[in-house]
């Protein structure tokens, strides 16, 4: 038992978790329906809360669980991983339900074109909406996050045990990399057709998820190597100073490109905004990522003294809060609407920071929990140092 609080030690750090805390606050303030969403959107570039969120969850993949294969060994680490996987996916069911039922009652009976639009398909299709949404095929904006992170962690305990070999990181990115390359090249869009003419899919491509999977697993990949590494390689390099200063000056540029000319870095030109797509990952935008995750990673540690603990009572509770998030922006559009603009200001601010509470406060009764069941869990003599 005493190991086992020492590999919490090990893994948990609240830096970390102040991050993760962030990005949850900010994927609330992007997906509540107020002015804030537009002028807090993607606030350090291009690139968004999602982002940051998925790496920091492959981070922590992959420190936790090679930590548990280098102690318990690789079927003690795949067992863990699909039970966290299963856990998710169980989240996910209840917010599908969620959203079938009350959400599409409430925007029914109110006439909400958001909610419609919303579950179109499930309008349509409900029989086949219902098992494809439980299968993780058919995935309504808002609740397609979830769905990646279960598949990506069905399949981390495979890239893990090739990672932990020799040179068999070096492998598992080349894959992962030349998959990514490939999506921006239309990849998931032909396997999609050939799905459909084998097996008569009747879900549309633009209802399995935003988020283009074959280039998204790169950013899981690229955040697991990084945690797996801190685990089974402690001693790091710093980054040169000549690539800090490249990526210093590529993050400013691009910060301030996005506050000038907002979201859409080319304007009318969706050939070259790609290369800063959010959906497939563009590589001008896996750029940016790359040049503050440098700089974060350098400058950081300066910051790591300072302690943010509102961030880091909802950065620890991040699966919990992140499905209140998303319950509760399902329940504001189906009861007011979506009325960015109409509404006063005081209103939406109000909305805003009422929501932050409420997660705020999931957060703190989740960690309690948590606490208590560690609590039980421990054995007697653990708990009183004999």
Known sequence: MRREAERRNVTRRPELDVLRGLMLVL???THVPTRYSNWLSQPFGFV??????????????????TRRAIESGTAAMRTALWHRARLVWLCQVGMLLFLFTLIAKIGLRTDRRVIKNLISFYLEEPIDAL?????????PPLLDILPMYVLFMLASPLALTLGLRRNGWLLV???????????????TQALYSAVVRATGLKVPLHETGAFDLVAWQFLWIFGMWMGSRREALPVRRAFANWVVALALVFAVTCLVWRHAVGQAPFGP???LNLLFDKWRLGPLRMLDFCALLVVITRFGPYLAHVRF????????ASLPVFCAHVLIVLL???MI?????????????????????????VALLSNRLDREQRAEKEPVSARTGG
């Open 337 to 361: 609407g979506d009325r960015i603009g109409r509404t006063p200001l005081w209103a939406e601010t109000l909305l805003l920071i009422s929501t932050l509470i409420g997660l705020y406060a």
């Open 131 to 139: 098992w494809t949404g439980l299968a993780l095929i058919y995935n």
């Open 173 to 187: 990115i080349a894959c992962s990399l030349t998959l990514w390359a490939l999506a921006q090249f239309g990849l």
């Open 48 to 65: 968004s809360a999602a982002e940051g969120f998925v790496f920091l969850s492959a981070y922590m993949v992959g420190a936790i669980y």
């Open 27 to 29: 994927m609330t303030v």
């Open 309 to 316: 603990p509102v961030l880091e009572t909802l950065g620890r």
């Open 332 to 334: 504001v559009l189906a």
């Open 269 to 271: 030109q969706p050939e």
